[in-house]
Structure formats: structure tokens, C-alpha cells
């Protein structure tokens, strides 16, 4: 289900879902939200990663955070796409793998997400799961427009 193709009724329970989310109504955003991650809406999927993810309006559920996160960022969807970097970088609801995080984080900096460019832009700095690399650390860092680093 996407955007383009939801009925004005459909829109109106999707954007309540993500009012009580931003609002923290987190039971409320999950019952409101559920029924479009399940039939594939990579925002809505986001969204209870997360809520699965913190135990936010539901239990803890560390299995379910990465099933939602993954099929959101498999979509193209930027922000899931920088999140599950994040999760393999941290090993927060996985196992931590370096190559995994730089391939999600790629993929959302190839969108432009300034998040992604500046995480891998320290990764390369640092050398932290990869080769340290000043000069392309340097050139990311420009990319997520910080132009007057050293």
C-alpha cells in the first residue's frame, strides 16, 4: 500500500497513526499503524521498528524491530535504511556487523541523508569497521555539507 493509492479514509487513519506517534501516543500509533506496515507501507513500518525496537506502546520486541526495520529499508526508505546501519554498527536487535552498517548507511547516503554521510564519513575518519580513510572521510564530510573541516 502506498501513498498514491490510499483512500481519503485510509489517509486520514494513516496520518492519526502518525500524530499519536509524534505525540507519543505509542499503543494508539501501533493499533493505527499496524495495518498499513503489514501490507508493506515502508513509513509505517519505520515506525513500529521502532516502537518494537524500545518497547514503546507494545513489548520489547527486538525480532520483530529488525523484520519491520529491514522490510522498510529493503523499500528504499531512507531513514530505515540509516537506522538499520545503526542497528548492525551498535548490534542493537542483531548481530553488530560492520559491513552490514557501511552497506545500509551507502545506501541512505546515496539518497543524500546527511545522518548516513556524517556516520560514515567518522567511521572512515576513525577507521572504525573500515580502513581509515582521511581523504574520503574528508570528501563524505563535505557531502553532508560541512565544507570547512580542516
Known amino acids: 500500500m502506498t501513498e498514491t493509492n490510499r483512500t481519503d ?23 493505527l499503524l499496524s495495518p498499513f506496515a503489514n501490507d508493506g507501507d515502508a513509513h509505517a513500518q519505520h515506525m513500529l521498528a521502532i516502537m518494537y525496537q524500545n518497547g514503546l506502546g507494545t513489548v520489547e520486541n527486538p525480532e520483530q524491530a529488525v523484520i519491520m526495520m529491514t522490510n522498510s529499508a529493503e523499500q528504499g526508505y531512507p531513514i530505515a535504511q540509516h537506522g538499520l546501519g545503526f542497528m548492525y554498527m551498535q548490534g542493537e536487535c542483531v548481530e553488530k556487523n560492520s559491513a552490514k552498517a557501511i552497506e545500509w548507511f551507502e545506501k541512505a547516503a546515496e ?39 580542516g
Open 111 to 149: 539518497q543524500g541523508l546527511q545522518g548516513s554521510l556524517t556516520t560514515l564519513a567518522m567511521m572512515y575518519e576513525q577507521g572504525e569497521g573500515v580502513e581509515k580513510d582521511p581523504i574520503k572521510a574528508k570528501e563524505l564530510y563535505k557531502a553532508a555539507g560541512f565544507d570547512d573541516l
Open 9 to 31: 479514509n485510509e489517509e486520514v487513519e494513516f496520518s492519526s497513526g502518525v500524530a499519536a506517534f509524534e505525540a507519543k501516543h505509542f499503543s494508539r500509533a501501533m493499533q
